[in-house]
């Protein structure tokens, strides 16, 4: 039931009976060197270690953190609300806390399974692990340290640390990504809510995303920049470089695009919809999906917004209209 894992934030926000400081988490991925850097983001498939510096007498738990992504949230109007695109105040993300309890005790943990997936409990109902678009293996995930000691409790960063805009980046975070590519650091975001009208100190941090600011964050990222600035589909069509100007109509373009020419995996595609005057959604072609060498109806596009990040077949529509296809990866976008 919500009401219990509600619980959870409410009784993680509540001040300790006893304060003993900060707990620091280091990480290291494969065999690298430890690092106390608030995040860590491996590639999918390699080792990962967490640990804290043991204290004689202490005992220590670990918690993973969760972004509710059972709804979508918004800092401005939809452009299908009355007074589209309008500010309408930071979205109020919920977050959930729940212990590994598998890991009490241990100073150095593995928060991966043998399959990959990173470790949850079974203490929330519904989970956030089984919302849509919650992804077990890949993308985004949250983790705090609490350690007691002497009747004192210490911790490392969590709840308590979110202001307005959501989630401390202060809050470790493992981002486990698909590959080195641009597409690779993109799929880092799954997990991370869809915030329609975010801005760049959240898209960034991986607070919350929208259909473009994800994939700008996601280059940012990718190309070790920080996001310098807001990006709306508008600015991503006037400046970045374009390959070709489609239709498409139930996933299928008007005309045949080979894979590998017009369009290769990690192109954006951006569309404006049937009488809209301007684009107004943009996405990240992933794979051809039947092999077939041609973009159609089968073909996997990864999108943000209004939900969190997910993939998405053509042929469910959310691009039908006039599309542009364009390439990130070859031009820096101009500044304003």
Not at 87 to 96: A, D, F, R, S
Request: hydrophobic share 35%.
């Amino acid at each position: 039931m919500r009401p219990r894992a509600l619980l959870f934030t409410v009784s993680l926000l509540a001040a300790p009976s006893s304060w003993a400081g900060e707990v620091s988490i280091e990480a290291r991925g494969d065999s690298g060197r430890w690092t106390r850097a608030a995040f860590i983001s491996p590639r999918k498939g390699e080792a990962v270690a967490l640990r804290v510096a043991p204290r004689p007498g202490a005992s220590i738990r670990w918690y993973r953190i969760y972004a509710d992504l059972s709804r979508s949230y918004k800092n401005a109007n939809h452009p299908w609300e009355p007074s589209p695109y309008a500010w309408t105040g930071w979205g109020k993300i919920p977050y959930l806390r729940e212990e590994l309890r598998s890991l009490r005790g241990h100073w150095e943990i593995h928060p991966l399974d043998a399959s990959g997936k990173v470790l949850r409990g079974e203490e929330l109902e519904p989970h956030p692990a089984r919302a849509p678009h919650s992804v077990e293996d890949v993308g985004t995930f949250w983790f705090q340290a609490e350690v007691d000691e002497g009747g004192a409790t210490s911790r490392s960063p969590g709840l308590e640390l979110s202001d307005d805009r959501g989630l401390s980046p202060k809050v470790f975070r493992l981002s486990i990504r698909e590959g080195d590519g641009y597409l690779g650091y993109l799929t880092s975001f799954f997990n991370v809510p869809g915030l329609f009208g975010s801005v760049p100190y959240q898209s960034y941090n991986y607070i919350g995303v929208d259909c473009a600011d994800v994939l700008m964050a996601a280059r940012a990222r990718w190309m070790g920049k920080p996001l310098e600035r807001d990006y709306n589909v508008a600015a991503l069509v006037e400046e970045l470089p374009r390959t070709a100007r489609v239709q498409l109509r139930q996933g299928s373009p008007d005309r045949a695009l080979p894979i590998g020419e017009s369009i290769r995996p990690g192109d954006l595609l951006a569309v404006r919809y049937p009488g809209a005057r301007q684009f107004q959604h943009v996405g990240a072609f992933y794979s051809d999906g039947n092999a077939n060498g041609l973009l159609d109806a089968d073909d996997l596009i990864l999108h943000a917004g209004p939900e969190a990040l997910h993939l998405s077949r053509l042929g469910e529509g959310a691009f039908d209209g006039e599309v542009a296809i364009l390439r990130p990866e070859r031009s820096r976008p101009r500044g304003r």
